[in-house]
Nanobody, 123 residues
Framework: QVQLVESGGGLVQAGNSLRLSCAAS????????MGWFRQGPGKEREFVAT????????YYADSVKGRFTISRDNAKNTVYLQMNSLKPEDTAVYYC????????????????WGQGTQVTVSS
């Protein structure tokens, strides 16, 4: 069992940055691939980024590639999402998730989910 708690969301102006964190419980964090998803107002939840269990591999949605960076610290049981050059269309609730599938981009490839953190980007 893995419990995930996101933090770091907030209100920011377009062009600025935020860093989200996702703290995981349990000793098996380092054996899970981790992902970030988001759900904007009136939209379905969508894939943002994923990182392999070791941190050696990452994959991004085209909409965030070059602006967002996913990373993890297995010693701290934490995964991060550094978001730069934020745009109003990045406004969403951001969720982290843990799963056994490497580079998963679909929700059903993840077994555990956090409750989400709100990111609002003003223009």
């Amino acid at each position: 069992q893995v419990q995930l708690v996101e933090s770091g969301g907030g209100l920011v102006q377009a062009g600025n940055s935020l860093r989200l964190s996702c703290a995981a419980s349990g000793r098996t964090f380092s054996t899970y691939a981790m992902g970030w998803f988001r759900q904007g107002p009136g939209k379905e939840r969508e894939f943002v980024a994923t990182i392999s269990w070791s941190g050696g591999g990452t994959y991004y949605a085209d909409s965030v590639k070059g602006r967002f960076t996913i990373s993890r610290d297995n010693a701290k049981n934490t995964v991060y999402l550094q978001m730069n050059s934020l745009k109003p269309e990045d406004t969403a609730v951001y969720y982290c998730a843990a799963g056994r599938v490497a580079y998963g981009v679909y929700e059903d490839e993840y077994d555990y989910w956090g409750q989400g953190t709100q990111v609002t980007v003003s223009s």
